[in-house]
């Protein structure tokens, strides 16, 4: 299979949670976005120099490479992996940049306000973590072998959830339990398979 053949394999699958185009990269800071979201999730790969409907327009400048490598090496915290390769098709170069899975969850991006945020990846989006990923991030870093113990906050809280698909500060309201704390619980109960998050509507929303 030559560049050409690969890459229009690759092209036909289409964006999704492990796959993004980028036509160009004219700020590595956003680029930093998607290199922290496919390493917070399931790894995966962006095609620089694809269009978003698949046309292969090329990286024009060594300019835009040097902004790939800031990217992964100085606008993550910590320092995201990432492997670069380059294939040429028709006089055009196309870089694929690869993110593996990081064990050192979360990795941060950061943004123009010099913040450092960790991001996610939904189907085709690049969304910003809640604080119950960055607390089960953190809990499962700490606290491999954590039993999870029935408590009444635990109580309160799965008392507060009988109704599925509630927003965290409706949770938090509810179950009149501080929020930090409800993040804490949150976070405990999906790593152990009794809650569940999902993203709709522009927000996660929690559910036994």
């Not at 120099?49 to 040097?66: C, F, K, L, P």
């Not at 009988?162 to 409706?170: A, G, T």
Request: proline share 4%; charged share 25%; aromatic share 8%.
């Amino acid at each position: 299979m030559d560049d050409k053949q690969y890459l229009l394999r690759l092209i036909k699958e289409g964006e999704h949670q492990q796959q993004d185009f980028k036509y160009r990269v004219s700020d590595a800071k956003k680029l930093a976005r998607s290199v922290s979201a496919f390493a917070n999730t399931d790894g995966g790969r962006l095609l620089i120099g694809v269009r978003d409907d698949g046309h292969m327009s090329g990286v024009r400048s060594e300019e835009e490479i040097y902004m790939m490598h800031q990217a992964a090496y100085r606008y993550c915290r910590p320092e995201a992996s990432i492997k670069f390769d380059t294939y040429h098709v028709e006089g055009r170069t196309i870089v694929v940049a690869t993110v593996p899975p990081s064990d050192k969850r979360p990795v941060c991006a950061i943004d123009d306000d010099g913040r450092q945020r960790a991001y996610i990846r939904i189907a085709d989006e690049n969304i910003v973590a809640s604080p119950v990923h960055l607390a089960i991030w953190r809990d499962s870093q700490n606290l491999q072998g954590t039993m999870m113990t029935y408590t009444d906050s635990v109580r309160k809280l799965l008392a507060a959830m009988q109704e599925p698909r509630q927003p965290l500060n409706m949770i938090v309201r509810r179950s009149a339990i501080p929020r930090p704390k409800v993040i804490t619980l949150l976070a405990r109960l999906i790593r152990f398979n009794v809650a569940r998050c999902e993203y709709a509507d522009q927000q996660f929303l929690f559910s036994l």
